[in-house]
């Protein structure tokens, strides 16, 4: 079992920035890969970042490539995502999941933390 607790939303300004944090634990969550994934209302649940816990291995959806970068703590078990230039369209449920695989596809995707909302306002 893994878990994940994600922290760090909110509401910003359209062009502010906001972290994310999503914190992991269990006996096995160091041989998942981690990622951040969002869903808006009515719409899938989208991929936005995925990184190894060595860093080794990092993917962005192109709707965010420059404006976040995701990053990983090892010592305190956690993963990070920055968000900068944020935009209106970046509002949604944000979650972090973890997969055996370094995939965008959110099926791929064995455990899921509860969700954080980020808003952003225009």
């Known amino acids: 079992q893994v878990q994940l607790v994600e922290s760090g939303g909110g509401l910003v300004q359209a062009g502010g920035s906001l972290r994310l944090s999503c914190a992991a634990s269990?006996?096995?969550?160091?041989?998942?890969?981690l990622g951040w994934f969002r869903q808006a209302p009515g719409k899938e649940r989208e991929f936005v970042a995925a990184i190894s816990w060595s860093a080794t291995s990092i993917l962005y959806a192109d709707s965010v490539k420059g404006r976040f970068t995701i990053s990983t703590d090892n010592a305190e078990n956690t993963v990070y995502l920055q968000m900068n230039s944020l935009k209106p369209e970046d509002t949604a449920v944000h979650y972090c999941?973890?997969?055996?695989?370094?995939?965008?596809?959110?099926?791929?995707?064995?455990?899921w933390g509860q969700g954080i909302q980020v808003t952003v306002a225009s």
């Open positions: 269990g006996r096995t969550h160091i041989n998942y890969n």
């Open positions: 999941g973890a997969s055996r695989w370094m995939v965008k596809d959110a099926s791929m995707y064995e455990y």
